[in-house]
């Protein structure tokens, strides 16, 4: 019902910025809160930035500071900026979205992933 499709991952060297979007769609009522996970190789998927209806952000303390994450609601498209990155940001970045739909509340829908390599 509905689809995230993700976009904008690659390799770039260690101080270099990305920027990664995910486009919401489907049957679509309201987007809660959108986001950006992440999963790297032997550890456990972690939240790297949410942002939710109010515009309030939170970020995990390991970017906080070189990642913005923004939203364009009518597009129900959420952006990761992010700039200074570092090897240890070397991941495959998960989008999702707290979706209602006309059958269901508040569900979380989620991208395939892309991957983000970072050379030292």
């Known amino acids: 019902q509905v689809q995230l499709v993700e976009s904008g991952g690659g390799l770039v060297q260690a101080g270099g910025s990305l920027r990664l979007s995910c486009a919401a769609s489907?049957?679509?009522?309201?987007?809660?809160?959108m986001g950006w996970y992440r999963q790297a190789p032997g550890k456990q998927r972690e939240l790297v930035a949410r942002?939710?209806?109010?515009?309030?952000?939170n970020y995990a303390d390991s970017v906080a500071g070189r990642f913005t994450i923004s939203r364009d609601n009518l597009k129900n498209t959420v952006y990761l900026q992010m700039s200074s990155l570092k090897p240890e940001d070397t991941a495959v970045y998960y989008c999702?979205?707290?979706?209602?739909?006309?059958?269901?509340?508040?569900?979380?829908?989620w991208g395939q992933g892309t991957q983000v390599t970072v050379s030292s």
């Open positions: 489907g049957s679509i009522l309201n987007i809660n809160a």
């Open positions: 942002i939710h209806n109010s515009s309030f952000r």
């Open positions: 999702y979205a707290d979706v209602a739909t006309p059958t269901r509340d508040n569900y979380d829908y």
